[in-house]
């Protein structure tokens, strides 16, 4: 049996787990530089709040609702999605953290242990919220897939409240047949409407076609969706998340930028931000990507990016700030407001599995790299950082509705007068 616990609004019930007074109102998270709606908690969802609207075309209808807005907070989010992981993981003997929200759980020999898996789920909501104060909803299936579709059924579907399980035919059909073709995990829009036009509207519909048909018209995805499905595992964690074959760190400013150090520094950052993801997958770039940019909206739009090649792929951070160093003085034009630049890694190879060139010498340093994230893992990030980052302020994103860092830092930890 899987399992897949999924946090409920995770940003937005975040913001209320340090604020009682707010928990009983509707909540909204807005995304870098204060754009956009990115979480709704289920209070705002019932007055017809949409996710991904910018903010100041609906700024007017959140203060006539006496909405609570929120920035990201991300130190926040990270520290209480670890703190519910270690609950979750306790429930289970093989658990993956899908995302900072999600955590799939595998139970083997678990039918021995555990006769009501309705009331397991419960046990394991209510630990959730009674030692991290956040919701969650748990699905189970026999399958990753399935399990994924009874999550989304136990959050969304009327009548689950909050638990679903999906573990034979009947509740295959039943929870499959009121879900659309795009609710299934892996199905995206652009695969769904292929799916419409040969009649395969509803998850349903997808488990009674033919695995084999479907992978020679699609792909061998779409054929182990199919078996999985029917109740045929056919994923692992591997599979389940896979790395990435591009990385990119790229945003906009929080004000216009315009000087020549304040630009190169911001581009640093983020090829410090490409190097310490690339580590993290044992990938290494071959072809880096490197661009900044006016506002597309700005009279005479400026847009220059720049495609540096090593000659041998490498992780390295000195390494990468050294490229973007070099293609600067390509990018920078004086004179131009930059809105937003960036940096990406296009071309990735696998570090266990690397080609050397016999001509050039490996400039990677391992050692250093290990010591520089162990520091910055147990410090925090950018606890160590390059002289080229700067410490300049003035490019970083805007968040006006930032709340306090209650669990990172020292001046924000809550106080309680008695």
Not at 83 to 103: L, T
Not at 176 to 191: A, E
Not at 195 to 216: C, E, Y
Not at 228 to 243: A, F, H, T, Y
Request: charge should be positive; charged fraction near 20%; proline fraction near 4%.
């Amino acid at each position: 049996m899987y399992a897949l616990v999924d946090a409920i609004s995770f940003y937005a019930s975040c913001e209320k787990v340090f604020d009682p007074l707010i928990r009983n109102r509707p909540v909204v998270v807005l995304t870098n530089n204060d754009g956009c709606i990115c979480a709704v908690c289920p209070i705002g969802r019932r007055l017809g709040i949409p996710k991904f609207k910018p903010y100041f075309q609906i700024k007017h209808f959140l203060a006539k609702h006496n909405v609570v807005i929120r920035s990201s907070n991300y130190e926040l989010y990270a520290d209480l999605s670890e703190k519910m992981m270690n609950v979750i993981g306790r429930f289970c003997d093989n658990q993956y953290v899908y995302s900072i929200d999600e955590s799939f759980l595998q139970f083997k020999k678990y039918n021995h242990i555990i006769n009501d898996w309705h009331k397991y789920g419960h046990e394991i909501r209510r630990a959730v919220w009674q030692e991290t104060r956040l919701p969650v909803g748990v699905g189970f299936g026999s399958t990753p897939t399935l399990a994924k579709a009874a999550n989304h059924a136990a959050k969304k579907l009327p009548g689950y409240n909050g638990v679903a399980i999906v573990d034979d035919a009947a509740s295959r059909k039943e929870v499959l047949s009121k879900m659309t073709v795009t609710d299934v995990w892996g199905i995206g829009s652009r695969l769904g409407k292929r799916l419409n036009v040969l009649g395969i509207v509803t998850a349903w519909d997808l488990a009674n076609q033919s695995p084999k048909i479907m992978r020679s018209q699609f792909s061998v995805l779409v054929e182990r969706t199919v078996n999985e499905l029917n109740g045929i595992v056919c994923l692992n964690w591997d599979d389940v998340k896979q790395p990435k074959k591009e990385i990119f760190s790229t945003r906009s400013f929080g004000q216009r930028v315009n000087e020549s150090h304040h630009l190169k520094t911001a581009l640093v950052s983020h090829g410090v931000i490409v190097a310490r993801k690339l580590r993290q997958q044992h990938s290494r770039v071959k072809k880096l990507a490197i661009f900044a940019a006016s506002s597309p909206h700005d009279e005479n739009y400026y847009n220059k990016s720049i495609m540096c090649e090593f000659p041998v792929a490498t992780d390295n951070t000195l390494n990468i700030a050294n490229a973007i160093s070099t293609a600067f003085d390509s990018i920078y034009a004086s004179g131009v407001n930059f809105y937003r630049c960036g940096v990406g890694a296009i071309e990735l190879e696998n570090s266990h599995f690397q080609q050397h060139d016999l001509f050039s010498l490996n400039e990677d340093n391992p050692e250093l790299m290990l010591c520089y994230d162990g520091i910055n893992h147990r410090y925090g990030n950018d606890t160590l950082q390059l002289a080229a980052q700067g410490r300049i302020e003035k490019w970083h994103m805007r968040r006006e509705f930032l709340s306090p860092s209650f669990t990172s830092k020292w001046r924000d930890i809550p106080k309680i007068r008695c």
